[in-house]
């Protein structure tokens, strides 16, 4: 995708507006043109798709809800950070939920994503630059599948299926991030690997407050509460909202888990600390019995006969040697190292 003209000059970021108008027999698509060029394209009895990547440009945002009516409320959402939610108007269905690009040093990046359906068109306004659709874009272009012979809900539901087939890629990279982060609890803990545990479990959470009002939201439109969506299309929406349901049941086990490597790094932590004051209360006893033999006969009395002894001094490290001996197979014995 190109820059569209009307991105203001020196803006910090690349604004990208673009129309794909199609049905069975025709396709077109503009993407270089400025917002009222491209609003003449737009087609009756047809399905017009209009993309805005990059919400920065107010002057694009304003002639899009001039154009299409759209209430100040829903641009407010659009412009906000919402949950995820479906909402009726009188001209259009409003659909807002989050799409996740990747995990990159267990960080999930989301981008909220907005879809305005309407009688012949689907509008998405997307935070920034780059999505997941463009494979999707080829098809429509190609005329592969049947979206080419369906209405603009058709058009919404392969869009969020695509969103909501990502998080699966997502959770598979988030189980990869798991085993590994299993292995080192094991191998050797430290605070670095309680800090990705840490962090992994905070991105399932705010992965999971995004997924269950998304559920919600689908079982509305699955229930059949809204006349934009035909009630052909509704069984492909029961089916996002399957693996929305699956996904949701996932990141409970994922949850689940990664309180068990906590426990399990908390308790690994323990024994090592454990196993360090073990080592050092053995190495305390054994220099107890010798401090007091060296503190015996450190003692400045005139009257010690073991003092004028010829080899008392050697007699002495061999009765330390020997308790230190001792001790050691007692310990041993005991089974206390």
């Known amino acids: 995708m190109t820059s569209t003209a009307s991105e203001p000059i020196g803006h910090a970021k690349p604004i990208i507006l673009e129309l794909i108008t199609y049905n069975r027999e025709y396709y077109e698509k503009h993407d270089t043109l400025s917002v009222e060029e491209l609003l003449l394209h737009k087609k009756a009895n047809q399905v017009n798709w209009v993309n805005l990547d990059g919400l920065e440009n107010q002057d694009i945002i304003e002639k899009l809800q001039s154009h299409f009516c759209l209430h100040p409320l829903l ?54 630059e780059g999505d997941l659709f463009d494979g999707f874009r080829e098809r429509i272009r190609l005329d592969q599948g049947r979206v080419r012979k369906k209405k603009a809900d058709y058009l919404m539901y392969r869009l969020v299926d695509i969103i909501v087939e990502n998080y699966y890629n997502v959770l598979d990279k988030i189980g990869e991030i798991m085993d590994d982060i299993e292995e080192t609890v094991y191998e050797n803990p430290t605070n670095k690997t309680f800090n990705r545990i840490q962090s992994l479990k905070k991105e399932l959470i705010y992965l999971r407050k995004a997924l269950f009002p998304l559920r919600d939201a689908l079982g509305k439109i699955v229930k059949g509460e809204y006349d934009f969506i035909h009630d052909e299309n509704i069984r492909f929406y029961s089916d996002v909202y399957d693996h929305v349901v699956h996904i949701i049941d996932s990141l409970d086990t994922y949850k689940d888990l990664t309180t068990g490597l906590l426990d399990i790094h908390i308790n690994a932590m323990n024994t090592r600390m454990n196993e360090v004051m073990k080592v050092l209360a053995v190495i305390s006893t054994i220099f107890m019995p010798l401090t007091f033999i060296v503190g015996v006969y450190g003692m400045n009395f005139d009257y ?6 010829r080899y008392g001094y050697y007699e002495v490290w061999g009765i ?4 230190v001996v001792a001790m050691l197979i007692f310990f041993k014995y005991k089974k206390w190292f």
């Open 304 to 309: 010690m006969p073991e003092l004028h002894w």
């Open 75 to 128: 641009i407010d959402d659009v412009l906000s950070d919402q949950r995820p939610k479906v909402e009726e108007f009188d001209e259009y269905l409003f659909l807002t939920l989050k799409m996740l690009h990747r995990l990159d040093s267990h960080k999930i990046e989301y981008e909220q994503i907005s879809f305005v359906l309407g009688k012949d068109f689907l509008l998405t306004f997307q935070e920034k």
């Open 320 to 323: 330390m040697g020997i308790v």
